[in-house]
């Protein structure tokens, strides 16, 4: 047997491999390389994008990432973090997976682009019937797109066109992205809409997000009375909030508004941008509780880290693009060549390794490590989530930017989300091994306990 198959000696721990590793701290994170990144980056981007926002005054100084394989992410100062955050949420197979890795440089030698949608590559072919084949049912049709506000944009004309109705109802605390079109129907804080309200699209009304079953009738009535206006086309929903907090709604809810909005004539748009592609435990959130939406929008993972995105909806409400000459929506990258080989590699490998059920069953497993590890910690409002994207609600935004802060000085990346900025959001690769998430949860006993005395 050669020497590299042997079982390691008794009493040592087997190296974990590469991408797998724990987190190794050289500098108390940010160092100063970071820093010194950082500081050249001030002096030329936005200001906007570096500048903490007013409603999480504690954020961290970043770090600068210089490398990431697998479940991490390695910073230019040497340190090796492990990524609660894969990209918010779009490494659905982690940093550097392999068959997406092969993809990108066999379509690197072939092609980089080709003429959208006036000639398109052999890829782009190949990566709409992947794509339509994730809708539940046979014989839809694919819009592709570059983000996901893009395909948010795209699902929301798709309905004004099949309906012939402007009007637009979304959720308090949903997030579609900041184009304008899904500006407009933006739940996520008001700071977002703010500035640009008068330039949004007016015949947009929100109704709450429920978030237990005590808020569903409240929710449902809601949708009920804006759904009596007769001049709503669209209704659009994240299965499970996501940037929101990760909040499940209950089981009950999606279908009932499925039902209401296909009584009113207006079409139910899956915002799956965040919870698809077997982030939520399942190929779709909304297969979860049984629910078909007439157009789905797919993001973020879609592309195993190139910007590729997708409006999905059956041949019969597709066919309203038809209703004007030409084509009326597309872009210079549309269906990009790479980007389209990479998402036909990252579909394959979902299904071929039921990643969707993997995520579901080390979600539940995870969840009951933080129940576990985190009982009793008085700054821990609750644990809630699906499959890998598990939110844990922190009694303050104060508390949650300072947890991340000291999450990070572990060797830990993650986010925090939710309305008021409260919640710690972990959406790690669907490939993280168990122990990595044993780690975390031991990691986040020791931080929130620190923070709950405080
Ligand atoms: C549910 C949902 N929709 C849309 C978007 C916007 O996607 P993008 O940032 O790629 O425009 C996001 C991004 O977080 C999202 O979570």
């Given at each position: 047997?050669?020497?590299s198959?042997?079982?390691?000696?008794?009493?040592?721990?087997?190296?974990?491999?590469p991408?797998a590793?724990?987190?190794?701290?050289?500098?108390?994170?940010?160092?100063?390389?970071?820093?010194?990144?950082m500081g050249?980056?001030?002096?030329?981007?936005?200001?906007?994008?570096?500048?903490?926002?007013?409603?999480?005054?504690?954020?961290d100084?970043?770090?600068?990432y210089?490398?990431a394989?697998g479940?991490?992410?390695i910073?230019v100062?040497?340190?090796?973090?492990?990524?609660?955050?894969?990209?918010?949420?779009?490494?659905?197979?982690?940093?550097?997976?392999?068959?997406?890795?092969?993809?990108?440089?066999?379509?690197?030698?072939?092609t980089?682009?080709?003429?959208g949608?006036v000639f398109?590559a052999?890829?782009?072919?190949?990566m709409?019937?992947?794509v339509?084949?994730?809708?539940?049912?046979?014989?839809?049709r694919?819009?592709?797109c570059?983000?996901?506000?893009?395909a948010?944009?795209?699902?929301?004309k798709?309905?004004a066109?099949a309906?012939?109705r402007?009007?637009?109802l979304?959720?308090q605390?949903?997030?579609?992205?900041l184009?304008?079109?899904?500006?407009?129907?933006c739940?996520?804080r008001?700071?977002f809409?703010?500035?640009?309200a008068?330039?949004?699209?007016?015949?947009?009304?929100?109704?709450?997000?429920?978030?237990?079953?005590?808020a569903?009738?409240?929710?449902?009535?809601?949708v009920?009375?804006?759904?009596a206006?007769?001049?709503?086309g669209?209704?659009i929903?994240?299965?499970?909030l996501?940037?929101?907090?990760?909040?499940?709604?209950?089981?009950?809810?999606?279908p009932?508004?499925?039902s209401?909005?296909?009584d009113?004539?207006a079409?139910?748009?899956?915002?799956?941008?965040?919870?698809?592609?077997?982030?939520?435990?399942?190929?779709?959130a909304c297969?979860?509780?049984?629910?078909?939406?007439d157009?789905?929008?797919?993001?973020?993972?879609l592309?195993?880290?190139l910007?590729?995105s997708?409006c999905?909806a059956?041949d019969?409400?597709?066919?309203?693009?038809?209703?004007?000459?030409?084509?009326?929506?597309?872009s210079?990258?549309?269906?990009?060549?790479?980007?389209?080989?990479?998402?036909?590699?990252v579909i394959?490998?979902?299904r071929?390794?039921k990643l969707?059920?993997?995520?579901?069953?080390?979600g539940?497993?995870f969840?009951?490590?933080?129940?576990?590890?985190?009982?009793?910690?008085?700054?821990?409002?609750?644990?809630?989530?699906?499959?890998?994207m598990?939110?844990i609600?922190l009694?303050?935004?104060?508390?949650?930017?300072?947890?991340?802060?000291?999450f990070?000085?572990?060797?830990?990346?993650?986010?925090?989300?939710?309305s008021?900025?409260s919640?710690?959001?972990l959406?790690?690769?669907?490939?993280?091994p168990?122990d990595?998430?044993?780690?975390?949860?031991?990691?986040?006993?020791?931080?929130?306990y620190?923070l709950?005395d405080?």
């Amino acid at each position: 047997m050669p020497l590299s198959e042997l079982p390691p000696p008794m009493g040592t721990t087997p190296a974990a491999p590469p991408g797998a590793e724990p987190p190794l701290l050289r500098v108390l994170p940010p160092g100063p390389m970071s820093r010194s990144w950082m500081g050249r980056l001030e002096r030329v981007e936005c200001p906007m994008v570096f500048e903490p926002p007013g409603d999480e005054p504690d954020a961290d100084a970043p770090i600068v990432y210089a490398a990431a394989l697998g479940s991490n992410v390695i910073d230019v100062d040497g340190n090796r973090f492990v990524d609660f955050a894969a990209g918010f949420g779009a490494m659905l197979l982690g940093h550097g997976a392999q068959r997406t890795a092969r993809a990108l440089e066999m379509q690197g030698r072939r092609t980089w682009t080709a003429l959208g949608d006036v000639f398109p590559a052999d890829a782009k072919v190949a990566m709409l019937e992947r794509v339509a084949s994730i809708y539940p049912r046979p014989g839809a049709r694919v819009l592709l797109c570059q983000s996901g506000s893009d395909a948010v944009t795209a699902a929301i004309k798709t309905a004004a066109l099949a309906t012939g109705r402007p009007g637009v109802l979304a959720f308090q605390g949903a997030y579609h992205g900041l184009g304008y079109g899904p500006l407009s129907a933006c739940g996520y804080r008001p700071s977002f809409r703010a500035p640009f309200a008068p330039q949004l699209n007016p015949h947009v009304r929100f109704a709450p997000y429920p978030a237990d079953s005590a808020a569903l009738d409240a929710s449902l009535d809601a949708v009920r009375r804006e759904l009596a206006s007769g001049d709503i086309g669209a209704v659009i929903v994240e299965p499970i909030l996501g940037r929101g907090g990760c909040v499940v709604p209950p089981p009950s809810f999606l279908p009932a508004l499925a039902s209401l909005a296909r009584d009113a004539g207006a079409l139910l748009i899956a915002d799956e941008i965040w919870t698809g592609l077997g982030r939520s435990g399942a190929m779709l959130a909304c297969s979860r509780v049984g629910v078909v939406p007439d157009v789905l929008c797919l993001g973020k993972g879609l592309g195993g880290g190139l910007p590729i995105s997708a409006c999905v909806a059956p041949d019969a409400i597709m066919q309203a693009w038809r209703t004007t000459p030409g084509v009326i929506h597309t872009s210079t990258f549309q269906g990009n060549p790479l980007a389209c080989a990479t998402g036909v590699a990252v579909i394959d490998t979902i299904r071929v390794g039921k990643l969707d059920e993997k995520a579901d069953q080390s979600g539940k497993a995870f969840l009951e490590l933080l129940h576990n590890a985190l009982d009793g910690v008085s700054c821990v409002t609750r644990i809630s989530g699906a499959g890998l994207m598990i939110g844990i609600g922190l009694s303050s935004s104060r508390v949650a930017a300072e947890a991340r802060r000291l999450f990070l000085r572990q060797g830990y990346i993650l986010l925090t989300g939710g309305s008021d900025g409260s919640v710690l959001t972990l959406t790690p690769p669907l490939t993280i091994p168990r122990d990595l998430l044993e780690g975390f949860a031991d990691c986040a006993a020791r931080v929130l306990y620190k923070l709950s005395d405080e």
